[in-house]
């Protein structure tokens, strides 16, 4: 089992090593992430087909300590993706939750009541694709 904040956590914080193809391996290169300012939104994709798709989590919140500051970024909107269509889920400040297929809605987003945390990764067979946290603070 996997959450997206392991995932944002490893892209944030672990540099990824990388043999060199070039010079048979002889060299390392390492992938760093730095941030100038922390970023108000982050977009995660996880596409269905990958291994870590089958046992993910999906985080409300995620929270990490950056330069001795909590940050925390909370989960604003999930996009789907099946039947060759792309839905979405929009999630408010109080935790509302919001359905929307624009073939079947229009212009209109369905409320969702007591939407639990297992069903955050499909939506009406669609399948979760790209996690949207936004910070509020």
Known sequence: EIATGQI????FFNAAAKQCNAC??????????TFFAIPP????????ESSDWTVLTVDRSVSFSISERAITWHLAGIIYF???HFTSRVFGRSGDSWYHDGMVT????????????????????????IYLYLRRD
Not at 24 to 33: A, C, E, I, N
């Open 8 to 11: 944002l956590w490893s892209m």
């Open 24 to 33: 048979s391996g002889r060299q390392s290169s390492t992938r760093s992430l």
């Open 41 to 48: 939104l982050v977009v995660l994709m996880v596409p269905p």
């Open 82 to 84: 099946g039947n060759s």
């Open 106 to 129: 229009g212009t209109h987003c369905i409320p969702e009541v007591n939407l639990a945390d297992s069903d955050l990764r499909e939506a009406k067979g669609a399948k979760g694709y």
